[in-house]
């Protein structure tokens, strides 16, 4: 019976995401060194830290855009560098600028991710304006709305996507008290069906879900006087 | 990538190459001889700062919006996505001077082969013009205000078309032979075709750093 247990699938041998000794250097400043953690499927992650923590900088390592000074990043047991497509195709990464198109309308917008980036196969994306509460908005131009609704179109992605790891960077600024609830249920709802998500936020939860959190200062080099 | 919804996006590189080339006979001379024989360079030179001063609509918005880093996590190859942008460009900057073109040609006293060289040299001259600035402009979007550093570095690579494309013209003004110096601006498209979105794509990572 033991020999059974040697026959786990592989996907089940590696977390999800897997940071390994990350070293993070901005503008000659050693932001974080050895920073290593992992996240698993269903988990949800929270990077908390100070302004200039490196919050923003650990975000863009997780997404590839920068290169870590050490260390390195791997997704299922592969480096995120090894094979980029396939880590893409399965990340879904919405930033602090959000990439709402001015010019376009709620439903082009929406047409455009659908498009690039990892879909279901069953999106609809009428009930997905509908779920972020912008019915009514569809063929409205981006500029025309508010803050708040245009963070909303960009939500709007977590509803038709494929993807299994949601990368947020500050996701609930400038969405109302409601809004928060939503996104938070959302989070949640991902993370049961086997999910993760990397968030970074300065509020807490509002709801009592166990969420893993990752306080970027433990990691933070001391300066040698 | 429908920069179409911003009229002024489209509207601007034209008017601005009508407004250069039309200079010249106000301030040089209204002579039918002295215009013929500057048109090629005039018209060329003034499709060129157009196309420069248009490239900052290929990424800036998307830079300043973040769907640039939407579209460098795109999953698929990035010189796909450069090249559909470059595209977008060439249709939305490139094809209305090769419209307006004609106009500009009677405007300099071009004759009729002249100007149906014009056209043809804008014709394979301006994709290598949208080519080449994806390069520049990649490099250069995050920098801020970069217009000039733009210029600095793409116009030197902007010559071999310049040189090409209007001595077509000109050939063509005199009556010459202009098959080589339109094959020369052929070689040059298939070239940066091949390789300038290579090189965009690189500029485009770091363009997200």
Redesign the interface.
Same mark, same amino acid.
């Given at each position: 019976m033991s020999e059974l247990s040697h026959d786990q699938p592989l996907e089940q041998e590696f977390p999800l995401v897997q940071l390994n000794a990350l070293e993070c250097v901005r503008s000659d400043r050693v932001l974080f060194t050895d920073l290593s953690t992992n996240v698993l499927s269903g988990e949800i992650m929270q990077i908390e830290g100070p302004n200039g923590a490196g919050k923003t900088s650990l975000i863009r390592i997780l997404c590839g855009f920068l290169t870590p000074a050490a260390g390195e990043v791997s997704f299922k047991g592969k480096s995120i560098h090894e094979d980029v497509i396939f880590y893409q195709s399965h990340l879904l990464y919405i930033g602090h600028s959000h990439g709402v198109k001015a010019e376009l309308t709620v439903m082009e917008n929406l047409t455009f991710y659908a498009g690039i980036s990892s879909t279901k196969s069953d999106a609809n994306l009428s009930e997905a304006i509908k779920g972020v509460g912008l019915y009514g908005y569809e063929d409205a131009l981006c500029s025309d709305l508010s803050a708040g609704q245009r963070r909303r179109v960009a939500l709007a992605r977590l509803l038709i996507t494929d993807a299994s790891l949601w990368i947020l960077d500050e996701p609930f600024v400038a969405l109302d008290k409601k809004g928060v609830v939503w996104l938070e249920s959302l989070l949640i709802a991902h993370a049961k069906q086997g999910g993760a998500v990397i968030f970074t936020s300065h509020q807490d939860f509002i709801s009592h879900a166990s969420i893993k959190r990752l306080n970027i200062n433990e990691f933070a080099c001391i300066p040698d006087f | 990538? $429908? %920069?179409y919804?911003?009229l002024g996006q489209v509207l601007h590189p034209v008017v601005f190459f009508t407004i250069v080339v039309s200079l010249f006979p106000l301030s040089v001379t209204p002579l039918p001889e002295t215009l013929s024989l500057i048109a090629p360079g005039v018209i060329w030179v003034a499709a060129l700062l157009a196309t420069l001063l248009s490239l900052d609509s290929l990424y800036r918005?998307d830079y *300043?919006?973040? $769907?640039i *880093?939407?579209? !460098?996590? %795109?999953?698929? $190859?990035k010189v796909i996505v450069v090249f559909a942008k470059v595209l977008a460009h060439w249709l939305s900057s490139g094809v209305p001077l090769i419209i307006i073109s004609p106009l500009l040609g009677v405007l300099m006293h071009l004759n009729g082969e002249g100007i149906k060289v014009t056209m043809l040299s804008l014709l394979i001259g301006t994709p290598v013009l949208s080519l080449l600035g994806a390069i520049g402009m990649g490099l250069t979007v995050s920098l801020g205000r970069s217009g000039m550093l733009l210029s600095i570095l793409v116009l030197p690579l902007y010559i071999p078309v310049l040189i090409f494309g209007a001595s077509a013209i000109a050939a063509a003004q005199m009556g010459l032979a202009y098959s080589g110096q339109l094959a020369f601006l052929g070689a040059l498209l298939s070239l940066s075709i091949s390789l300038a979105p290579i090189a965009a794509a690189a500029a485009l990572?770091i363009a !997200?750093?």
């Open positions: - | 990538m $429908s %920069a919804r911003n918005t *300043e919006d973040g $769907s *880093e939407q579209l !460098v996590l %795109a999953p698929c $190859s990572r !997200v750093r």
